[in-house]
Structure formats: C-alpha cells, structure tokens
C-alpha cells in the first residue's frame, strides 16, 4: 500500500516532501547560490544533477534547427 503521506513541508512555499532529503534538496530553489559550475560554458546550477544533464548538451550535436 502506497501511503501519500509527505511530512515534510517546505517553510518558505509550503510543498510536501515524504524525506528530509528531499526537503533540503528542494530548498535550494528558493535560494540563488548555484555551486556547480560547467567547465565548458559560463552556467551554474544548484544540484549536481542539475549539472550533470546540462552537461549533455555540450555532447550531443543540437536539433534545434529541423533539418529539411
């Protein structure tokens, strides 16, 4: 059985969270400090995570342009 129980809330917004973990992970969005910095291009990011799949966009070639 899958409870929704989320005893976490968030003190500055009020989101629910069912860990702690998560919680602090979460409170990084309401802050501006971005610790992790990409070695390729200017950009920072609050989570290594965050990071990580950025740094795919320097890998991979761009599709934005539709190719005709």
Request: with cysteine.
């Amino acid at each position: 059985v899958h409870t929704e129980e989320r005893p976490f809330p968030c003190e500055l917004c009020g989101k629910s969270f069912k860990r702690s973990s998560n919680l602090q992970e979460h409170r990084r969005t309401h802050t501006p400090h971005r610790p992790h910095p990409c070695s390729t291009c200017p950009k920072a990011f609050k989570t290594p995570h965050e990071l990580q799949r950025h740094s795919l966009t320097h890998q991979q070639p761009s599709s934005s342009t539709p190719h005709r």
